[in-house]
Nanobody, 121 residues
Framework: QVQLVESGGGLAQPGGSLRLSCTASGSIFSGYVMGWYRRAPGKQRELVAAITGGGSTDYAGSVKGRFTISRDNAKNTVYLQMNSLKPEDTNVYYC???????????????WGQGTQVTVSS
């Protein structure tokens, strides 16, 4: 069983920075796609950023140029560096480890409990 534990959320001022971390316990392989998601009120979770085992990245348009996702496969950890934060970035951020395409198992899709990010002056 895989568990994802996020950390690094908190309060930041507009224009400030935060760094989120997500560490996986259990069998996470470098072939898993790791990502960060957030949920707008009344909506489904939306992708913020994702990174493949090979280091290819994808970002939501609203965070491109401000957020950077990275991973350390040796530490089973994915990071989200959040710069130039805006009040609209306020949300709960969820870490995801998706191994469905890598393992072929539909159950290999894991979520963390979420970490609160609040951007306010």
């Amino acid at each position: 069983q895989v568990q994802l534990v996020e950390s690094g959320g908190g309060l930041a001022q507009p224009g400030g920075s935060l760094r989120l971390s997500c560490t996986a316990s259990g069998s996470i392989f470098s072939g898993y796609v790791m990502g960060w998601y957030r949920r707008a009120p009344g909506k489904q979770r939306e992708l913020v950023a994702a990174i493949t085992g090979g280091g290819s990245t994808d970002y939501a348009g609203s965070v491109k140029g401000r957020f950077t996702i990275s991973r350390d496969n040796a530490k089973n950890t994915v990071y989200l560096q959040m710069n130039s934060l805006k009040p609209e970035d306020t949300n709960v951020y969820y870490c995801n480890a998706d191994g469905r395409h890598y393992t072929g198992s539909s159950s290999d899709d894991y979520w963390g409990q979420g970490t609160q990010v609040t951007v306010s002056s």
